[in-house]
């Protein structure tokens, strides 16, 4: 049974194992299909006005799915690796071991933002970005530029109190649990203010090229899941049904054929948090 | 069945991929042809033709060098068939913006804000201002051609 783990209470050599997981899948060529998939995702997004993996109710479903998928891309190289989650309301500074160079490598240098140190640092040979919107083949961060805080426990538990997943008209600022936790409601927040504390390709559409993306997205599917517990009573997704370009409850999730929101209410048949 | 009419666009996208697994879409859209990359086009014009998205008016253009970059904004006809524009994936509203002659791909969401493929989790009150955002983001690098359906 897999069991996805805070990232602060891994030892080294789960740390180890994930990271090299991770790698392989880089080096075999699958890694890169999911950044195409998630730049995919976001440019029909953007420009459809069909909200599928961001804008919309389905961001969460459609996110728990491509973790799910990638945690089994994993697991084909080591049954023993799940995807961490990164609590940054906790871990919330560059010094967070998240950015050792043992798991994800720390910031960029000022020079171009290149990440010099850890297992995914351009100079160590095994971490070249391809799948990219500019001409930078290396992974780049600048923690803490462009904002310099990250979201608090406190803005996280005012989002989790909130009763209603989402409302209409189902998009970027709509009320409700989802557009808060995205952050579509407020500039800069949540969800999407991680994104650019990050910067670098994590504040890109190409974001997960940089690993933290999957740490990140683990930990808003957790308050997915947080939030599901707290309100036992509420209608655990909306809209139900006979909503113009938005995906309701039991209708399929492009690229999957299969893949509802209904599907991916219950996160216990894939993995549990610990 | 009119509220299918967008999702009929990508959704044979994601037909192409089925059985595939996620990383399938990456495979289809490598073969898509030029029809596939139109059809996408088109459902940009869509939203922006439609009566659901109320955007504003049409940004005014710029040309400035900002941090030692060219930057230009060219607004664009909103109803332009995407023919007109080659493979360019211009926003929905049509508006380009270029750094140092490079497309840099813009689009303007729901409630009016722009964003752009490098600065996507954040919203800027015009594309002017990502534009901006963006040469602080490249860090002296150059944009490549942004084609996720090609
Ligand atoms: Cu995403
Ligand atoms: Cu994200």
């Keep these: 049974m897999t069991v996805r783990k805070n990232q602060a209470n891994l030892t080294a050599a789960e740390k180890k194992a994930f990271v090299d997981a991770v790698l392989e899948v880089k080096r075999i060529g699958v890694y890169d299909e999911f950044v195409a998939a998630h730049r995919l995702r976001f440019a029909l997004d953007m420009n459809t006005g069909v909200y599928v993996g961001h804008f919309g109710p389905s961001f969460l479903p459609w996110h728990r799915k491509f973790l799910i998928d990638f945690e089994n891309e994993l697991q084909k190289i080591d049954a023993s690796v799940s995807i961490p989650y990164w609590d940054w309301t906790a871990d919330n500074t560059v010094a967070s071991s998240v950015w050792a160079p043992d798991l994800l490598g720390g910031t960029g240098r000022p020079l171009d933002d290149q990440v010099m140190d850890g297992p995914f640092a351009y100079s160590a040979g095994k971490w070249p970005i391809n799948i990219q919107v500019d001409s930078r083949p290396f992974l780049a961060r600048n923690l803490a530029y462009r904002v310099p805080t990250l979201p608090s426990r406190a803005e996280v538990d005012a989002a989790l109190a909130i009763p209603t997943y989402d409302s209409a008209p189902f998009r970027d600022g709509s009320a409700g649990f989802r557009a808060t936790l995205e952050g579509s409601a407020g500039y800069l927040s949540m969800h999407n203010r991680v994104h650019s504390w990050v910067w670098g390709q994590m504040e890109s559409s190409v974001s997960p090229n940089d690993p933290v993306f999957w740490l990140h997205h683990s930990f808003v599917d957790k308050l997915w899941a947080d939030w599901h517990a707290l309100h036992p009573t509420s209608a655990e997704y909306l809209p139900a049904g006979g909503t113009v370009d938005v995906i309701d409850l039991n209708e399929t999730m492009p690229p999957w054929p299969n893949t509802t929101p209904q599907s991916m209410l219950d996160h216990t048949p894939f993995y549990t948090y610990a | ?150």
């Design chain 2, 1 to 150: 069945m009119t509220k299918l009419t967008r999702r009929q666009a990508f959704g044979t996208v994601a037909g192409a991929a089925a059985g595939i697994a996620v990383a399938g879409i990456a495979v289809a859209s490598a073969n898509a042809t030029p029809d596939k990359a139109g059809r996408f086009t088109t459902a940009a014009t869509g939203t922006a033709a439609g009566t659901k998205h109320h955007h504003t008016a049409v940004p005014a253009p710029f040309s400035e060098v900002f941090e030692g970059r060219r930057i230009q904004g060219i607004p664009g006809d909103a109803n332009a068939k995407s023919e007109a524009h080659g493979q360019h994936h211009t926003s929905a509203t049509g508006y380009r913006v270029l750094i140092d002659g490079r497309e840099l791909h813009v689009m303007q969401k729901p409630d009016s804000s722009w964003s752009s493929v490098m600065n996507h989790y954040q919203t800027f009150p015009d594309p002017h201002t990502a534009a901006r955002a963006a040469v602080t983001s490249l860090m002296g690098a150059d944009l490549v051609p942004h084609t996720p359906t090609a």
